[in-house]
C-alpha cells in the first residue's frame, strides 16, 4: 500500500513503522514512559527505594548506638567525616556489584529481543497487521528497546555516581539524600522491569502460536 500526499499515517498498519522507527516516536506511541512514575514497577520501585535510602543513614553511623549527631552536621546540612567515610564505602560496594548487573542484565535485553524476533514468520507478522494489531506487536517488542534504554541511562548514572566517590567535594546533605534515592530508585525500577520481561517473552511466544495454529 503505497500512502496517499497528505494523508496521515496510522499506527496500525506496519507501514508506519517503516520511517517512524526512532526511539522517541515509538516512546510516544506506545506510551511506555508512563511506566516510570505510574506503574506497579514504579509504585515498589519507589518504597525499596525508601527502605533502602533508610538503611544506608543506619549503615551510616557505623556504631551500635545510635546517634544523629555523628553522622550528620545538622547547622550545615552535611554529613560529618565520620559519615562520610562509612556512606563512601558502602556506596563503593554497593555500586560495584550494580555495574556488574548491569551489564549482564544489556546482555540479557539483547539477547532475548534477539531470539524473539527471529520467531516471528512474515506470515504471522501480515496476519497481525491486517488484523489492525501491529501496534500491540510493536509494543511487546519495543518493552526490550525501552528497558535497555532505562539500563543504560542507570550504568551512565551509576559509573559517574562511583567517579565521584573519588572527589573531595563534600554533598548537601539533601541533594545526598535525593541523588542516593534517585539512584536506587532507577536500579530497582530497571531490575524489576527485567524480571517483568519475562512475562512478555511467554506472551509474545502464546501470540506466536496462537497466530500459527490460525493459520493452519
Not at 105 to 126: A, M, P, Q, R
Request: proline share 1%; hydrophobic share 50%.
Amino acid at each position: 500500500m503505497v500512502k496517499e500526499k497528505g494523508t496521515k499515517s496510522n499506527p496500525d498498519e506496519i507501514t508506519f513503522y517503516f520511517s517512524e522507527n526512532r526511539f522517541m516516536t515509538l516512546l510516544k506511541e506506545s506510551k511506555k514512559y508512563r511506566d516510570l512514575y505510574y506503574s506497579k514497577e514504579a509504585l515498589l520501585s519507589f518504597f525499596l527505594s525508601v527502605i533502602t535510602v533508610f538503611f544506608l543513614i543506619i549503615a551510616a553511623r557505623g556504631e551500635s548506638s545510635f546517634s544523629i549527631s555523628k553522622i550528620i552536621d545538622l547547622q550545615n546540612h552535611q554529613l560529618t567525616q565520620n559519615g562520610v567515610e562509612n556512606v563512601v564505602d558502602l556506596a563503593k560496594n554497593l555500586l560495584n556489584f550494580n555495574l556488574a548487573g548491569l551489564f549482564g542484565l544489556l546482555g540479557f535485553i539483547i539477547g532475548g529481543l534477539s531470539i524473539l524476533s527471529g520467531t516471528l514468520s512474515s506470515k504471522v507478522i501480515d496476519t497481525i497487521n491486517d488484523e489492525g494489531k501491529i501496534r500491540h506487536l510493536i509494543s511487546l517488542m519495543f518493552s526490550f528497546y525501552f528497558a535497555g534504554a532505562i539500563i543504560g541511562v542507570t550504568l551512565v548514572v551509576s559509573i559517574l555516581t562511583y567517579i565521584s566517590l573519588y572527589t573531595p567535594y563534600v554533598m548537601n546533605l539533601y541533594v545526598l539524600f535525593f541523588w542516593s534515592f534517585f539512584v536506587c530508585y532507577l536500579s530497582y525500577f530497571t531490575i524489576i522491569v527485567s524480571i517483568m520481561l519475562l512475562g512478555t517473552s511467554l506472551r509474545f511466544f502464546l501470540l506466536n502460536h496462537w497466530y500459527v495454529r490460525k493459520q493452519n
